[in-house]
Each structure stands twice: as structure tokens, then as C-alpha cells.
């Protein structure tokens, strides 16, 4: 690679007067500039860190250098999170305006499971002090959170000197949430809202409206009146002659045995004149299976039905 990128520099062609292409470069964005934490194996001092080497400045004075102590250092980093990475860029001393001899000699590049490793080495680099700053592309992408530069030789006297070590990829999407559950509106029912059309009888689609015997109810389904969408199934009844008058809807679904099984409903109950009789709202299933509303096997549960406001009814 460092023969390729110099021939190219000095205007050379290949044999047929072509020129040869440039070399690969890393793609995406630079993901050591917003990396979250560093470790280091030695810093010459608290002004030559390794968050150093990942401010995006080129300089003498904004560098990771080593305390020169072994020809061997290192250099590791926490991106934040899991990212694919596709490059590296380390630029050396030269790039920063110090002598080409002070450049790093080899080093490699490698991935991890945490700041202290395990380490995978990913390529292995040879620069013989000669260019400023050295281009790894890779063959195939790595995911990871964590990577390093591991100087295996720092050259002249022992001391890395990196200005800026650059990775590149993107940082893996998150997951999808999972989705919400769905509301437990309508569930089983069919039109549990009454949004969805009217019979001819007045009763919303789907549902059967009902009266004990000789009792005048009527039905019409309304959005003067709602609670919670936009239509509302209201049963209009004489005044009773006696305590024993009802009149309702009722539907019959399909379930699987031992379904655990909620019914809910608002009621609202509207006198004409504000009489301030009691009216009794109920709520009834059949759990034999059965589809009258008359059949012994429905069991009823009562409530006090609000005047004027509406009043959540449930039984499990």
C-alpha cells in the first residue's frame, strides 16, 4: 500500500499509460471523535493523553504521546457503543510538523470486548518511519465497541507520538422497539365501539338489541352523547310501569376454552325531567357457551349506573 499511495504521489502509470487508481480511503463518519472513554498503557504527562489523539486537531501540542518507557504502547477506546467499522487512519508526528524520523515504525489494529480485551488484531501495519499518516481499509467490516492501537514499535526513542487516531464505520441502529400491545378496547368484539355502521333497527352493526316483553325500547346509535370516541349505542325506554323493565344489545363471540376473559363497558344513564330514580346497569356473560341473553347460564353482575356521567362497568 505505501508503494501504491507513493507511486501515484510521483505521477507514475502503469505499462499500457494508465494511470493506477488511488488507494481505498474509509467510508462513513469518524467515530473516535465522539468515543466515551480511553486507556492508555503510558502518557508522558496529564497534557499528552490519549483524548489527545480523538480532538480532530493536528498539532504538536495536542497529541497521545507515551512515557517512552518500551518500544511497545498502546491506545484504546469505547465508542459508546456497538459500531461497524470499516477503517482506520493514524496520523503520526510528521503530520503535525515534527521530523518524519519521530513517525511510528509498526504497529497493528485491533478489536475488543472492553477496554482491558480480550483483543482480536484486525491488520497488522508496517511504516518504517516513512509516511506521516497511514490508511487501513478492511477487507470485511468488524463490529465492535471497543478498539486499539497497539504500537509494536514506536521507532527512534521509545516515545509514541500520535496527533490523531481516526476510526471509521457507522454505529449500529438499535433494535426496534417492540410493538405497543393493542388496546383493549374492543378485544374480541366486533364494532366494540359502535364506529363502524348502524342497522336498520338502530342498533350498531354487529350487536342485537333487546327488551323484556312488552316493554317499548328503541335503539339509535349517536355521537351527541360519546365517551371516549365518536358514536355512542343509545337505548331510549319509557318511563317502567314496574321494577322488572330492561332493555340492552348484546353479542356473541368466539373464544378459546380457559381464556381468561375482561369485559368493560361505560354506561350513562339520562333521566328526562332530572328524576332522581335509581336505574340499575348490568353486565352479563355466558361462559356454558350459550347465545341468548335469557338463558339461565349468563351470569349477571349489577352496578349503580351513573346519572348524567359516565361510569366504567367491568367483570373478569
Given amino acids: 500500500m505505501t508503494d501504491l499511495e507513493q507511486a501515484v504521489a510521483a505521477g507514475y502509470t502503469w505499462p499500457d499509460g494508465s494511470t493506477p487508481p488511488p488507494p481505498p480511503v474509509p467510508t462513513d463518519d469518524n467515530l473516535a471523535r465522539d468515543a466515551v472513554a480511553w486507556s492508555a498503557s503510558s502518557s508522558y504527562n496529564a497534557d499528552f493523553g490519549g483524548d489527545k489523539a480523538i480532538d480532530g486537531v493536528v498539532s ?26 470499516n477503517g482506520f487512519i493514524v496520523r503520526h508526528a510528521g503530520d503535525a510538523g515534527e521530523l518524519q524520523h519521530y513517525n511510528t515504525q509498526a504497529y497493528r489494529l485491533e478489536a475488543g470486548n472492553s477496554l482491558s480485551g480480550p483483543w482480536t488484531t484486525l491488520a497488522t501495519v508496517g511504516n518504517a518511519q ?18 486499539r492501537l497497539f504500537i509494536t514499535d ?32 374492543n378485544g374480541l ?7 363502524v355502521g348502524t342497522q336498520g333497527s338502530g342498533v ?13 325500547a328503541s335503539f339509535e346509535v349517536v355521537s351527541d352523547t360519546v365517551h371516549g370516541e ?29 381464556t381468561d376473559i375482561t369485559i368493560r363497558a361505560w354506561n350513562r344513564t339520562h333521566f328526562e325531567g332530572g328524576h332522581p330514580w335509581d336505574h340499575i346497569a348490568r353486565l352479563g356473560i355466558d361462559r356454558s ?28
Fill in 60 to 85: 504538536q501540542n495536542s497529541k497521545w504521546t507515551s512515557d517512552g518507557a518500551s518500544a511497545t504502547s498502546w491506545l484504546a477506546l469505547d465508542l459508546g457503543s456497538v459500531a461497524t467499522v
Fill in 130 to 147: 516513512q509516511d506521516n499518516s497511514t490508511t487501513t481499509v478492511l477487507a470485511t467490516s468488524v463490529t465492535t465497541r471497543f478498539v
Fill in 154 to 185: 514506536a521507532g527512534i526513542d521509545n516515545y509514541a507520538r500520535i496527533p490523531e487516531f481516526e476510526v471509521y464505520g457507522s454505529l449500529a441502529s438499535p433494535p426496534p422497539p417492540p410493538p405497543p400491545p393493542p388496546p383493549p378496547v
Fill in 189 to 195: 368484539l366486533a364494532n366494540g365501539g359502535f364506529e
Fill in 204 to 216: 350498531g352493526n354487529a350487536w342485537t338489541g333487546y327488551a323484556s316483553s312488552g316493554y317499548g
Fill in 230 to 258: 365518536a358514536h355512542a349505542q343509545r337505548v331510549l325506554s319509557p318511563q317502567p310501569a314496574a321494577n322488572d323493565r330492561f332493555a340492552g344489545v348484546y353479542q356473541v363471540v368466539s373464544s378459546t376454552a380457559d
Fill in 289 to 316: 357457551g350459550g347465545t341468548s341473553h335469557t338463558s339461565g347460564s349468563v351470569e349477571w353482575f349489577e352496578f349503580d349506573s351513573a346519572k348524567d356521567s359516565w361510569h366504567l362497568l367491568e367483570l373478569e
